[in-house]
T-cell receptor, first 115, second 113 residues
Framework: DTGVSQDPRHKITKRGQNVTFRCDPI?????LYWYRQTLGQGPEFLTY????????KSRLLSDRFSAERPKGSFSTLEIQRTEQGDSAMYLC?????????????FGPGTRLTVT | AQTVTQSQPEMSVQEAETVTLSCTYD???????LFWYKQPPSRQMILVIR??????QNATENRFSVNFQKAAKSFSLKISDSQLGDTAMYFC??????????FGKGTKLSVKP
């Protein structure tokens, strides 16, 4: 399977704990995106990478959130001191190049539940 | 600010019939791309169809076509000969210079046998 993969698929954590999610993009895709999707809403942009460089961060990405993409391959999204409002589906997507029309390929998502 | 609005939270259609999902958007850019994505239950999101703003011709992909009205900032999706596998959430999305997608809230489509 050469699609976008995400790990874990589900995560249940207690409020105040830290969690880390991983995304493996399609090989040779140089753009990688993180989105958050809450129940009944469309995905909302969090941040994106061009290779290893983090080019943009949404205002949704508070200082408790950090994302990395070392060596321009896989990416991690860490949430520190989780809050109940962080409960959501976290989606990763990748695309092959800069052009606007390029399709973003989505992973299956990581569903986070903060209790 | 860029916005995408889908005014139909839920829709249903009989198998083999045609259904149209609505989407309006707002942007200050002259060139941009519009997309319809499909998210089946418990499965990942996939692209259905895309439209480049400066192309007047409406995009088509097999049973899926769009009605793009640039002046009205409207981008509707028509699904012909609906199939049970079309049951999903459908999201309209706008892509500008930043590269990230701006999504609407989605329309839940149920295809009934």
């Amino acid at each position: 399977d050469t699609g976008v993969s995400q790990d874990p698929r589900h995560k249940i954590t207690k409020r105040g704990q830290n969690v880390t999610f991983r995304c493996d993009p399609i090989s040779e895709h140089n753009r990688l995106y993180w989105y958050r999707q809450t129940l009944g809403q469309g995905p909302e942009f969090l941040t994106y990478f061009q290779n290893e460089a983090q080019l943009e961060k949404s205002r949704l990405l508070s200082d408790r959130f950090s994302a990395e993409r070392p060596k321009g391959s896989f990416s991690t999204l860490e949430i520190q001191r989780t809050e109940q409002g962080d409960s959501a589906m976290y989606l990763c997507a990748s695309s092959p190049r800069l052009a606007r029309q390029d399709e973003q390929y989505f992973g299956p998502g990581t569903r986070l539940t903060v209790t | 600010a860029q916005t995408v609005t889908q005014s139909q939270p839920e829709m249903s259609v009989q198998e083999a019939e045609t259904v149209t999902l609505s989407c309006t958007y707002d942007t200050s850019e002259s060139n941009y791309y519009l997309f319809w994505y499909k998210q089946p239950p418990s499965r990942q999101m996939i692209l259905v169809i895309r439209q480049e703003a400066y192309k007047q011709q409406n995009a088509t992909e097999n049973r899926f076509s769009v009605n793009f009205q640039k002046a009205a900032k409207s981008f509707s999706l028509k699904i012909s000969d609906s199939q049970l596998g079309d049951t999903a959430m459908y999201f309209c999305a706008l892509r500008e210079s930043q590269g990230n997608l701006i999504f609407g809230k989605g329309t839940k489509l149920s295809v009934k046998p």
